[in-house]
């Protein structure tokens, strides 16, 4: 019953920026936690961020100080900024929402950054 909409995947440049978005609807009781993962070609599903309902953050080690995550409650909205972008960026990145039931995940979005 819930829906997410992943969009803003793309092609860019090494040093680009682009944003990611990830709106959830349906039957949600509360959005605990939302965040981004991703899994490039031939390598296991890692994590790119979460954010709390509180606001509290959490980084993978390769991402951090370059991606920036963010959430409006009220659209049931994440965000992912991403900026100086690296071709090891390149992967599938998948949304996901917890609520205080169940765990859902987006069907991924394409991001791929040149050389």
């Known amino acids: 019953q819930v829906q997410l909409v992943e969009s803003g995947g793309g092609l860019v440049q090494a040093g680009g920026s682009l944003r990611l978005s990830c709106a959830a609807s349906?039957?949600?009781?509360?959005?605990?936690?939302m965040g981004w993962y991703r899994q490039a070609p031939g390598k296991q599903r890692e994590l790119v961020a979460t954010?709390?309902?509180?606001?509290?953050?959490n980084y993978g080690d390769s991402v951090k100080d370059r991606f920036t995550i963010s959430r409006d409650n009220a659209k049931n909205t994440v965000y992912l900024q991403m900026n100086s972008l690296k071709p090891e960026d390149t992967a599938v990145y998948y949304c996901?929402?917890?609520?205080?039931?169940?765990?859902?995940w987006g069907e991924g979005t394409l991001v791929t950054v040149s050389s």
């Open positions: 954010i709390t309902s509180g606001g509290s953050t």
């Open positions: 996901k929402i917890v609520d205080y039931l169940a765990q859902y």
């Open positions: 349906g039957t949600i009781l509360s959005i605990v936690t």
